[in-house]
């Protein structure tokens, strides 16, 4: 059964520090998905990685996918508040969709 | 335009009661699903139809049937709701291997 970790499942942050959030996936699959969803709202997508080595880029946030080592980042750059939400990562095997836990961001000024 | 839209935003009932939830989306895309959120904002696929067709179908009780009168469209139906029951469902698409696109969530409450 396909199994996705991430960590660390709640994360306080400084305003303007850096940080990385981490997706272990337990089989097999190269289709990672990174969703924002802010409290009590729907979740948007934030990254599609399609491939080993995929690295995508928007604003401060930055995901990456190593499909040997079933690991995919989401990296955090000199936080700003607005970035507070909780961070899902997604897999993909055959059309079963199975997400992390979640990682609930603070980020503090 | 919402791209993917459901009714009712908040459901509040008692428990054995059926009730439904429906789910448009405009996109056209051919893959719908549908999602339990529960207190814990863990999220657990329930279901997904590609061209009208079920492929996914997860442990869930059969309680909860998916119907989907055409690509547009995927309702939710529970029948004999339970107090278990209570929690966030999200609808979303997707076109092939891309992003999925959630509706705002529909708030189930079993009293």
């Known amino acids: 059964e396909l199994k996705v970790e991430q960590n660390p499942l709640f994360l306080s942050m400084q305003e303007g520090k850096n940080y990385t959030i981490y997706c272990n996936y337990s089989?097999?699959?190269?289709?990672l998905y990174w969703y924002r969803q802010d409290p009590g709202k729907s979740l948007e997508s934030l990254f599609v990685?399609?491939?080993?080595?995929a690295v995508k880029q928007e604003g401060r946030l930055m995901a990456s996918l190593d499909t040997k080592a079933r690991l995919s980042t989401l990296h955090i750059t000199a936080a700003v508040h607005d970035l507070s939400a909780t961070y899902f990562c997604?897999?993909?095997?055959?059309?079963?969709?199975?997400f992390g836990a979640g990682t609930r961001l603070t980020v503090k000024p | 335009d919402t791209a993917v839209s459901q009714t009712p935003k908040y459901l509040v009932t008692q428990m054995g009661n059926d009730k439904s939830i429906k789910c448009e989306q405009n996109?056209?895309?051919?893959?719908m699903y549908w999602y339990k959120q529960d207190s814990k904002k863990f999220l657990k696929i329930m279901f997904s139809?590609?061209?009208?067709?079920?492929?996914i179908n997860e442990t869930v009780p059969n309680r909860f049937s998916p119907k989907s009168p055409d690509k547009a469209h995927l309702n939710l139906h529970i029948n004999s709701l339970e107090l278990g029951d209570s929690a966030v469902y999200f609808c979303?698409?997707?076109?092939?291997?891309?992003?999925?696109?959630f509706g705002p969530g529909t708030r189930l409450t079993v009293t």
């Open positions: 979303a698409s997707s076109q092939d291997l891309y992003e999925q696109y």
């Open positions: 089989t097999t699959s190269d289709r």
């Open positions: 990685l399609l491939s080993n080595g």
């Open positions: 997604a897999v993909d095997n055959n059309n079963d969709m199975r």
């Open positions: 996109l056209g895309h051919d893959t």
């Open positions: 139809y590609n061209n009208k067709e079920l492929i």
